[in-house]
């Protein structure tokens, strides 16, 4: 940290000698430089910290691994012939040794001499890579200061690299998006392998705690994710009988009808529930929402679950209707005038110039919203835990207690589990689902999108 904190001062010092040898080179008259003196500033900052940092950066991301090599190849042959497992483990504990804390396993001697080299070699090469990106930094700085003439093209320079740096940091959201993908899909396929994809896509049962001895109740497990999608299904439903009448509603008057006072005030108090944690949320449903629906069903003669999907989806609803409200609102307020006073200058009332011509010729941003706040609905865990329960049940019932996917996912996950047993690797297949769930339902939204944005163009 101190160390690039230094880079980042020797980088403005060089911003600041490049800004004033510009001046300097200028003669007192900017136009004659080929660039602004800021971008000869920018260049000899950039020229400076860039290379810089990404020595010491590399150092930081890469060190381990140098060091993990060198100790693995002076081990004793009992311990270097373990699997690749084994010895991650016990470079884990090496790590912990050489830092001073303690470890998971049980000292030995191979593991403290290997402790001792890896702390001997990191503080070397820790001390070298910094001296190494500090040299480093001040000669390119004065390179880059020599260099500003004026006909040298710093901008050009500056904005090629920024060219550079935009198109990484997009290669780098892709690369991420498809690590995730192909992560999520090779465990798939390894649950595939002892599941089979039928049964998993279409059992009607979800029972994946798996029994130790194959004498014990259980012992084979059930993987069906239909009661995990109706349940996710439901609940989402709930939510959005809940989010879009309202949220729409409240976006229409706050666009259309509400007085510039009143709008400024009641926008941000509507935006208020998007921060409120859903961990509250889920307090409120099942201390007041849930015990709310339970003793009036019974008042009327229901018969009424303590956990009901109905429960949790009326909370989840009202925590995401800042999401369907805002969007929607920008959505609306973005529709130009003229089509406004076309309308009413055609004797349409302002209710049939919002329902035939505004919401119409908003409905991309409309769709983008309730997007956003579908997605926000599935998502949702704590809300689900709390106020509908864990049971898997295959109802079509909101009185009942049901469970969604993601609830699942982290159940399954949660402690410490063997990645080669299908409760485990369940997790992984649910999350493809819901992968490609979302993946249909963008392209969906994007084809409504499209049609009507073709339409009002």
């Not at 940092?53 to 311990?79: H, T, Y």
């Amino acid at each position: 940290m101190i160390a690039t904190l230094v880079i980042l001062l020797i980088a403005g010092v060089a911003y600041y000698y490049g800004w004033r040898r510009a001046l300097d080179k200028s003669g007192g008259k900017i136009s004659n430089l080929h660039s602004l003196p800021g971008h000869y500033a920018w260049y000899a900052a950039l020229f400076c910290a860039g290379p810089a940092l990404a020595l010491w950066f590399g150092w930081n991301v890469f060190g381990d691994s140098v060091l993990k090599s060198v100790i693995f190849s002076r081990l004793p042959e009992d311990i270097a012939s373990q699997s690749p497992a084994v010895l991650n483990f016990f470079f884990a504990d090496v790590k912990r040794l050489a830092a001073g804390l303690p470890t998971n396993t049980e000292p030995n001697a191979a593991m403290e001499a290997a402790a001792s080299l890896y702390g001997g070699l990191k503080g070397i090469g820790t001390v070298a890579f910094v001296i190494g990106a500090l040299a480093l930094a001040v000669s390119l700085a004065l390179i880059a200061i020599g260099r500003v003439e004026t006909d040298f093209r710093a901008r050009n320079k500056v904005e090629g690299w920024v060219t550079y740096g935009l198109l990484f940091t997009a290669a780098m959201s892709i690369l991420t998006t498809a690590g995730i993908v192909f992560s999520v899909l090779f465990e798939s396929l390894r649950f595939f392998q002892q599941v089979p994809a039928a049964d998993f896509l279409f059992g009607l049962e979800w029972s994946p705690q798996t029994a130790i001895r194959s004498d014990q109740v259980g012992s084979s497990g059930a993987f069906g994710m239909i009661p995990l999608l109706t349940g996710t299904l439901m609940i989402t439903l709930m939510a959005m009988l809940v989010a879009g009448p309202i949220g729409l509603a409240s976006a229409i008057y706050l666009s259309q009808y509400a007085s510039p006072r009143f709008r400024a005030i009641a926008k941000p108090v509507m935006e208020i529930l998007a921060g409120v944690p859903t961990v509250v949320y889920g307090f409120f449903a099942a201390l007041t929402v849930a015990p709310f629906i339970r003793n009036f069903g019974e008042s009327i003669g229901l018969s009424v679950s303590s956990e009901s999907a109905l429960a949790a989806g009326g909370v989840m609803g009202i925590m995401i209707i800042p999401f369907v409200s805002s969007l929607s609102d920008d959505a609306i307020s973005a529709v130009p005038q003229s089509l406004r006073d076309a309308s009413l200058g055609l004797g349409a009332t302002t209710a049939e110039t919002i329902s035939k011509v505004v919401v119409p010729a908003a409905l991309p941003g409309i769709i983008a919203g309730f997007l956003l706040a579908i997605s926000r609905a599935i998502g949702e865990t704590m809300i689900v835990v709390m106020a509908a329960g864990l049971a898997a049940n295959l109802t079509a019932n909101p009185l009942e207690a049901v469970t969604t996917v993601t609830v699942q996912i982290v159940t399954l996950l949660v402690g410490d589990q063997e990645f080669d047993s299908a409760k485990t690797l369940s997790a992984f297949a649910l999350g493809l689902v819901l992968f490609v769930a979302t993946l249909f339902l963008n392209i969906l939204a994007l084809h409504v999108m499209r049609t009507y944005r073709e339409k009002y163009d």
